[in-house]
Each structure stands twice: as structure tokens, then as C-alpha cells.
């Protein structure tokens, strides 16, 4: 695969879909980011609130150098907004930005570099959920950024795959060409675990503390943490034991990405 150019053009590729309380935060802090070559596209996947004139008011407004490409993807699923967004993509690295999430000024860079260390295909973290409670938010900050971190290593080490956070991860786009770009059957659980299970065999996938990620818990609040816990869990474990899953069990529409 092509090696990195010192300041390569990233594309952010955010799917959307009825996110009218969230879109503009992240927007505006995508917008604002130190560095400067890189694409922002936005996908609406066929979102029924004012989502779509919110996106459209905020790009009319904005004076974003690196350009905003804005897309409608009709068929629901994550990762059909994102193969759509892939496609419109014009930078060397895809970057995955959930539309509820909030990067640092640094979030860009330290992606990139994360990608220009040797053998790096993949890069993501943790993810800081800003608006849960005081335990929520350390428990779970401090379990990704201390266990997944060791289970990644350990089974990128036992050559069974690796971790992805699906909102908050960067990946080379030849890598993500060569394994078929992003499997549009699994919709939701499971995407993310599945395309890292594909990374993994081209190079590494590092999990950097450096991209923690601030994002809201509402799917927690909603679902409640332990039941939504549990779900990721078992399809991680089921994914990584090369079990089938199914569009149904990957399906998610009550807080779709």
C-alpha cells in the first residue's frame, strides 16, 4: 500500500440520521480543527427531523477551506451512509466521525499521525461520554483506555482481529478499498468489529489514547448501559469466533450512529 505523505488529505466521512440536537456541535468542531488538508463529507441517512436543514443551513454559513460534500443515502444503516460517503471520498485516509461526537482541536492530526507510524492501517480510541453521570463516564473512560487497549494488543497478537470504535477511528483508504470498503450487511452491532477483524490482516490497528473522543451516552440512557454493554460483547466475541451475523442482529434504529 501507498505510503503517507507527510500532511495527507483526510476525509471525514459523518452519517446522519435525526440528529437535530447534535449535528451543529460537531460541525463546528470539525470545522476548527489545527490541521488543515482535509474533506469533510456528510451523509443523511434519510433522516425524518430538521436535520437536513440544519446541515444545509450550516454549510451555506460556514467558510470551511477544505470543502463539504453533503449526500442523502435512502437505504438506513450505518454503513450504508458511510460505503456512500467512502465513495465520494477524495483523501489518502478516511477518518469515521460519529454526528454526535466532538473532537479536539488535535483530533485530525493525531489521527494522521497515528496512520504514519510503520505498519499502521487503522487507528481509534476511547470514547468520554460528556453528558453521563460521574461513574458512567470514568468506568467506562477508564475501561477502554486500560482494557481495550491490552485486548486489542492481544489479539492482534494472537492474529484474531482487532478493536475499531466505529465513531472514532481512521483508517488508509487503500487498506479500506483492498478488504472492500464497509460491509453494508451488518447496519449497526458488529460493523465496526468486523472491518478491524479485516484491517488487522493488512497491518496494525493501534488504539491511542491520544483519540479519546468526546461523545453522548443518550444510547445508554435509552437502552441502559449493561444491556447495550452486553449486546456489543457477544457479537464482539461471536465476529471474533468467525460466526455469521446477520443484518437483524447488526440492525438498529432507536440510536442509529
Not at 454559513?61 to 435512502?74: D, L, P, Q, R, W
Not at 444491556?227 to 442509529?256: A, C, M, R, W
Request: charged share 20%; with cysteine.
Amino acid at each position: 500500500m501507498n505510503q503517507l505523505i507527510k500532511t495527507p488529505k483526510v476525509s471525514v466521512i459523518i452519517p446522519v440520521y435525526n440528529e437535530e440536537n447534535y449535528i451543529v456541535k460537531t460541525l463546528n468542531a470539525i470545522t476548527a480543527q489545527d490541521y488543515k488538508n482535509y474533506e469533510i463529507v456528510i451523509v443523511n441517512n434519510n433522516s425524518t427531523d430538521a436535520s437536513n436543514e440544519m446541515i444545509k443551513r450550516f454549510i451555506q454559513k460556514t467558510n470551511f477551506s477544505g470543502g463539504i460534500v453533503y449526500e442523502t443515502e435512502y437505504r438506513q444503516g450505518t454503513n450504508y451512509a458511510r460505503e456512500c460517503g467512502r465513495r465520494l471520498a477524495t483523501g489518502s485516509i478516511i477518518a469515521m466521525l460519529d454526528a454526535d461526537c466532538v473532537p479536539d482541536y488535535y483530533w485530525v492530526s493525531s489521527g494522521v499521525k497515528e496512520l504514519q507510524q510503520k505498519n499502521v492501517v487503522a487507528a481509534t480510541g476511547a470514547y468520554f461520554y460528556y453528558d453521563a453521570s460521574f461513574l458512567l463516564r470514568t468506568f467506562s473512560l477508564i475501561s477502554q483506555i486500560t482494557i481495550f487497549k491490552l485486548v486489542n494488543r492481544i489479539i492482534q497478537w494472537k492474529k484474531k482481529g482487532a478493536i475499531l470504535i466505529g465513531g472514532n477511528a481512521f483508517i488508509k483508504t487503500d487498506a479500506l478499498a483492498e478488504i472492500g470498503g464497509f460491509n453494508t450487511n451488518l447496519t449497526f452491532y458488529g460493523d465496526d468489529i468486523d472491518i478491524a477483524v479485516k484491517l488487522s490482516k493488512f497491518g496494525k490497528v493501534n488504539y491511542a489514547t491520544m483519540l479519546t473522543l468526546k461523545t453522548s451516552s443518550r444510547r445508554y440512557k435509552a437502552l441502559g448501559f449493561w444491556k447495550v454493554n452486553l449486546k456489543y460483547q457477544t457479537i464482539f466475541k461471536d465476529i471474533l469466533l468467525g460466526k455469521h451475523i446477520s443484518s437483524q442482529e447488526s440492525f438498529e434504529l432507536v440510536h442509529p450512529r
